[in-house]
């Protein structure tokens, strides 16, 4: 929390320094302006990071266009922050063009599979589980070649909605798959995020659900114990 809340002072500073000097819309203050709403994002504070966020995004498309690969890549962002508050109407559209506009331009694969992997969060958060697990498997093996070292956790990312979506679509192999990509999920937050973030604990509460499900079906097989060692996990984060 020090170090974000460090890097929410400096952004701040920047940006007030930047929109003074070179104008509000410049492009270098723009993306400090897209920092420091994430940072605020990853500290909770959405209010304040929206606003922001919508305020890149409009700027972007005056100053550089509806295709270029920041406008993108902000619309991608938006999106998603709009999906994980539950505005899956405005969410949709967004998410949509950036996975289709960053898939076909000549950006790095990371900007292209991240897009793609928020698509999947969105077919998941429809009702379409289906399509998610279909558009996750076709690009697992790049995810996980793209998402190495400290962006491993986008890995966690994928894993916990392909785990969510399997779920979903039930059936025995389907739930097995699930607890195990909740579960490499969960190992991938744990060492990147640590046990204390929102991300790692989301998880943990996932795989509480995953093992009570399975104990209503088999009551005897221990599944209890091991749903109540992940409940304890996510509290005690």
Same mark, same amino acid.
């Given at each position: 929390?020090?170090?974000? &809340? *460090?890097? %929410?002072?400096?952004? @701040?500073? !920047?940006?007030?320094?930047?929109?003074?000097? +070179? $104008?509000?819309? /410049? =492009? #270098?203050?723009?993306?400090?302006?897209?920092?420091?709403?994430?940072?605020?994002?990853?500290?909770?504070?959405? &209010? *304040?990071? %929206?606003?922001?966020? @919508?305020? !890149?995004?409009?700027?972007?498309?005056?100053? +550089? $266009?509806?295709? /270029? =690969? #920041?406008?993108?890549?902000?619309?991608?962002?938006?999106?998603?922050?709009?999906?994980?508050?539950?505005?899956?109407? *405005?969410? %949709?559209?967004?998410? @949509?063009?950036?996975?289709?506009?960053?898939?076909?331009?000549?950006?790095?694969?990371?900007?292209?599979?991240?897009?793609?992997?928020?698509?999947?969060?969105?077919?998941?958060?429809?009702?379409?589980?289906?399509?998610?697990?279909?558009?996750?498997?076709?690009?697992?093996?790049?995810?996980?070649?793209?998402?190495?070292?400290?962006?491993?956790?986008?890995?966690?990312?994928?894993?916990?909605?392909?785990?969510?979506?399997?779920?979903?679509?039930?059936?025995?192999?389907?739930?097995?798959?699930?607890?195990?990509?909740?579960?490499?999920?969960?190992?991938?937050?744990?060492?990147?995020?640590?046990?204390?973030?929102?991300?790692?604990?989301?998880?943990?509460?996932?795989?509480?659900?995953?093992?009570?499900?399975?104990?209503?079906?088999?009551?005897?097989?221990?599944?209890?114990?091991?749903?109540?060692?992940?409940?304890?996990?996510?509290?005690?984060?």
């Amino acid at each position: 929390l020090g170090k974000a &809340a *460090e890097a %929410e002072t400096l952004y @701040r500073e !920047v940006v007030d320094l930047g929109q003074r000097i +070179l $104008g509000e819309e /410049h =492009p #270098n203050v723009l993306r400090y302006l897209a920092s420091l709403a994430s940072v605020l994002d990853n500290q909770g504070q959405y &209010a *304040e990071a %929206e606003p922001m966020l @919508r305020k !890149v995004l409009a700027s972007r498309r005056r100053v +550089l $266009g509806d295709m /270029h =690969p #920041n406008t993108l890549r902000s619309e991608q962002y938006l999106g998603r922050f709009l999906l994980d508050r539950g505005n899956l109407s *405005e969410a %949709e559209p967004l998410i @949509r063009h950036a996975a289709e506009q960053l898939w076909g331009l000549a950006v790095d694969d990371a900007d292209r599979f991240h897009a793609q992997m928020d698509l999947a969060a969105l077919l998941y958060r429809k009702g379409e589980p289906a399509a998610a697990v279909a558009l996750l498997r076709t690009h697992e093996q790049a995810i996980r070649s793209t998402f190495t070292g400290d962006f491993e956790f986008r890995v966690g990312h994928a894993l916990t909605t392909l785990g969510l979506s399997l779920e979903a679509l039930g059936g025995d192999q389907n739930i097995a798959d699930a607890g195990a990509a909740l579960e490499e999920a969960y190992a991938i937050l744990l060492r990147q995020r640590g046990a204390k973030h929102a991300d790692t604990r989301r998880v943990a509460g996932q795989l509480a659900a995953h093992f009570e499900a399975l104990d209503l079906r088999q009551p005897d097989a221990g599944h209890a114990r091991t749903a109540r060692e992940w409940r304890e996990r996510q509290d005690a984060g």
